[in-house]
């Protein structure tokens, strides 16, 4: 029997219940929260136009994903893939960096949790969800063709049936099975480095995060160094700087970035990762001001990735953080 209610307010609250993973699931395919957002909204847009029509012959979160699906290929058509510094280039030294700005549609961008990740009673479900929308997976999704990329998320992150994928995109299930197996052999040419679960944060990993949070603030850079594994990386996107290891990041620190000293740091989440929001002391003297949200990818009790997102006016407010602090 279809789940899709008749009435307006009856139809409002049943899609509804499907917006988080909805967004999700587009956040992805197109690796842009904001993107994400508008495509649930021009999904749902596209099925108020279209319910009357809806005959039932799936449920209603088949169908939405299906809108939502085209909503994404519809997107992806012009090539556009959303990257990291570290794919568009190589890594630079300290001494002789350039800061090169690309546009914002260049980046990956990063995602609230509470708006990605659907809350669930099942521990096991809960770190997958959050494994796969790691900054590192949903990069490498972006080297996937678009169909690739939403055979490979329906199937293996979303668990849905060969079937039910070949129905969704009107396809064989030879031809969605064809599809996994190059995504996949795609995704194993990645090298994506493996990170150590966060659900919730084990005492090893919250006391990493303590450290790390008080060497900042202290800026205490020699003690940071020791928290970082040895070929951690630093990303700074608008920019497409990136340096890698423990020399170029203390010394950057303490060159080009050394206005980030007296820095406070507010705890969050992201891409199923530790955050804060890091604000560096206001020009004028009173309080700080908003400079960076800050993604740390950990593995084997080190963090391996520093990804500071400077562009904190789209950032701050997506991530309910503070304009400033007092």
């Given at each position: ?18 917006r ?13 929260a ?59 030294h ?7 700005e ?31 929308v ?95 594994h ?97």
């Amino acid at each position: 029997m279809s789940d899709l209610a008749t009435s307006s307010p009856e139809l409002d609250a049943a899609m509804d219940r499907y917006r988080v993973e909805l967004t999700g699931y587009c956040y992805r395919m197109l690796g842009s929260a904001f993107d994400a957002e508008d495509a649930v909204q021009d999904t749902y847009i596209r099925a108020w136009r279209a319910h009357g029509k809806f005959e039932g012959r799936s449920s209603l979160r088949s169908w939405l994903y299906r809108i939502a699906t085209n909503v994404c290929l519809d997107l992806l058509s012009a090539g556009n893939k959303r990257a990291r510094p570290m794919d568009l280039s190589a890594p630079q030294h300290q001494a002789s960096a350039v800061l090169n700005e690309r546009p914002e549609v260049t980046w990956l961008e990063p995602v609230p949790d509470g708006r990605v990740l659907p809350q669930t009673a099942d521990p096991a479900e809960m770190a997958l969800a959050k494994e796969s929308v790691r900054l590192a997976f949903v990069a490498a999704l972006q080297h996937l063709p678009a169909k690739q990329r939403a055979v490979l998320i329906l199937r293996e992150v979303l668990a849905w049936k060969a079937d039910e994928v070949a129905q969704l995109l009107e396809t064989t299930v030879a031809s969605v099975n064809s599809a996994l197996q190059r995504a996949r052999a795609t995704l194993s040419g990645q090298a994506l480095r493996p990170s150590d679960p966060a659900d919730p944060l084990d005492a090893e990993q919250a006391k990493l995060l303590e450290q790390y949070l008080s060497a900042f603030e202290a800026y205490d850079i020699s003690r940071l160094t020791t928290l970082l594994h040895e070929d951690a990386v630093l990303s700074m996107p608008p920019f497409d700087l990136w340096l890698r290891g423990h020399a170029d990041i203390a010394a950057w620190h303490l060159n080009q970035g050394i206005g980030c000293k007296g820095s406070r740091l507010v705890a969050t989440t992201a891409n199923g990762l530790p955050a804060f929001g890091q604000y560096r002391p206001a020009e004028d003297g009173s309080g700080h001001t908003p400079w960076a949200l800050q993604v740390l990818e950990i593995s084997e009790g080190r963090i391996v990735g520093l990804n500071a997102f400077l562009d904190t006016d789209r950032w701050f407010p997506l991530f309910g953080l503070p304009e400033r602090l007092a």
